[in-house]
């Protein structure tokens, strides 16, 4: 862990406050509201989230966001992307998080992610932006186009290609120290720390630069389509298992897994990416915390047929009670639990954004 200066910064706070305190740990992360968590999410994040919870250092703070506006840069049904943002906050509330120790709201409820996103877009460079890989994978484009393809600018809207900036915005605009995603996620967080450095350059040294925390876990990929990541937003509902399928879906979603011909167990992801997908899924919840070539090794004797019986005994035990927590949340106090959690949420992440946005808007002269 890398240890923080003390950078104590003389301006008028909301608080009275003239002092802005950037030692304390502060974690933040996101998930997109675009249908429910799966396995993926958990593994890559969600479970990391909770487990930060159990962080010693008393002064941590943590934040965790149901990011409506990222969802929004593929159109969204209104009607639907207000249910599936109550079931996110269900299901983070389901696998453990707790409003008493992690601030949990929609990013839309505080407009300062909007406001500093748009002050680090008038630093952020547009060549770097061209260059990463979200947007090209969203528009089902190679990771080799480039903006001046064929086609690209008619497709691409300045909301998906300008993403990363939101996202960098949402961790700044929160002082997070620690960023904890996927491994997809990694190049944004290189981006949102390039926007630290353009904009501190720009306006002095008030932005800090977050750490990723990488989850240990493997990317995992899709059931149906192997060489592709778990989706969230995937028409296939097989191709996913989700933290609220039932013991029966998850047994038939396992079964259907595409896999190959050699009936046999091995970790090779290039040449058998369906096989080494499940060994994945598998070290998810594996007790001893082995990963998917140790577990390969453990199951070389075995049958393909006993590989997706043991992924979905592991994965039904694993997300055992999650489904249960997740209906009785969504239903708490006719569902007005949900909404508590979200206003009281949103308060505390206002109340943190503006800190640092009276500073930003001092140093830029808004
Ligand atoms: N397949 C995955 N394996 C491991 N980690 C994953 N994450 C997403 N998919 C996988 C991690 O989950 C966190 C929340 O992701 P998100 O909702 O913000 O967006 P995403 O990465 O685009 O997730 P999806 O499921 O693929 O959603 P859609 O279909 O809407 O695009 C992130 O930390 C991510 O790394």
């Given at each position: 862990m890398h240890s923080l200066r003390r950078l104590t910064i003389g301006v008028s706070l909301p608080s009275g406050r003239r002092t802005l305190s950037t030692s304390s740990k502060v974690v933040f992360s996101g998930i997109q509201p675009t249908g429910t968590p799966h396995i993926g999410n958990y593994a890559g994040a969600i479970r990391e989230w909770v487990k930060l919870?159990?962080?010693?250092?008393?002064n941590c703070r943590r934040f965790f966001s149901v990011v409506d506006l990222h969802a929004i840069t593929n159109s969204q049904y209104a009607p639907q992307l207000r249910q599936r943002k109550r079931e996110t906050l269900a299901a983070l509330l389901a696998t453990g998080l707790d409003p008493k120790k992690s601030v949990l709201f929609y990013q839309s409820s505080v407009p300062a992610h909007t406001e500093l996103m748009w002050i680090l877009s008038c630093t952020a460079s547009t060549g770097y932006l061209s260059r990463m890989t979200q947007w090209k994978s969203k528009l089902g484009l190679s990771p080799h186009t480039s903006l001046q393809d064929g086609g690209v600018k008619a497709s691409l809207k300045l909301g998906l290609f300008s993403y990363p900036v939101l996202q960098a915005a949402d961790i700044l605009v929160h002082r997070a120290t620690h960023v904890p995603v996927g491994d997809d996620q990694r190049q944004h967080l290189e981006f949102a720390r390039e926007c630290v450095t353009n904009f501190n350059h720009a306006y002095g040294p008030h932005l800090r630069p977050p750490q990723t925390i990488i989850s240990s876990s493997r990317r995992i990929m899709s059931l149906?389509?192997?060489?592709?990541k778990m989706s969230k937003s995937d028409v296939d509902p097989k191709s996913c298992i989700l933290i609220t399928d039932t013991p029966e879906e998850i047994r038939r979603k396992v079964m259907a897994a595409l896999t190959d011909s050699m009936n046999f167990v091995s970790f090779d992801p290039d040449a058998r990416p369906g096989v080494s997908n499940l060994l994945g899924i598998l070290s998810i919840f594996d007790s001893s915390g082995r990963d998917p070539a140790q577990l390969a090794k453990v199951l070389e004797n075995r049958s393909l047929m006993d590989l997706k019986q043991l992924v979905t005994d592991a994965a039904i035990s694993g997300l055992q009670g999650i489904r249960q927590r997740y209906i009785g949340f969504l239903s708490a106090d006719e569902g007005k639990y949900i909404d508590w959690v979200e206003a009281e949420g949103a308060r505390r992440a206002r109340e943190n954004a503006e800190e640092t946005m009276v500073l930003v808007r001092q140093a830029t002269g808004l």
């Open positions: 919870q159990h962080d010693p250092d008393e149906q389509q192997p060489a592709k």
